[in-house]
């Protein structure tokens, strides 16, 4: 009997700290860095630095060869809202939410990342 007590409790403390590094890496890895100011930048070149935190809501259109990619900022928050591009994977990373994950629409040449932030722009692009 004490047997199943002991693995009963060795499973529910596992199952436990499982649940709770979890939890930790979701809040981590959703968290800002500690500075709030971001850089657009489009063919290499720095075409806006924006401080998020005094930011109003509103849309960024950035053209880049006849395409258009369109950036919303909304409470504090930047996303890719709309891109013309074939994958989309600017608009699927979401958020910016780390300096080191920057947002990037590789075939329209546009960066969105925290300045600053330890990001490495040629490592990511």
């Known amino acids: 009997m004490k047997n199943k007590n002991t693995a009963a409790a060795v499973v ?28 657009i930048i ?5 075409i806006c630095t924006l401080d998020l935190s005094s930011e109003p809501d509103r849309e960024i259109t950035v053209e880049y060869k006849g395409r258009k990619n369109i950036i919303a900022i909304e409470n504090g928050d930047i996303y890719m809202k709309e891109a013309e591009c074939p994958d989309h994977t600017c608009m699927k990373t979401g958020r910016l939410s ?28």
């Open 12 to 39: 529910i403390a596992a199952a436990a700290v499982i649940l709770l590094s979890s939890i930790a890496a979701v809040v981590i890895s959703r968290r800002k860095p500690a500075g709030s100011t971001v850089e």
């Open 98 to 125: 780390e300096a080191g994950v920057p947002i990037v629409c590789l075939p329209n040449h546009l960066i969105i990342r925290y300045k600053n932030g330890g990001g490495d722009t040629d490592a990511a692009a």
């Open 42 to 46: 489009s063919d290499g070149k720095v």
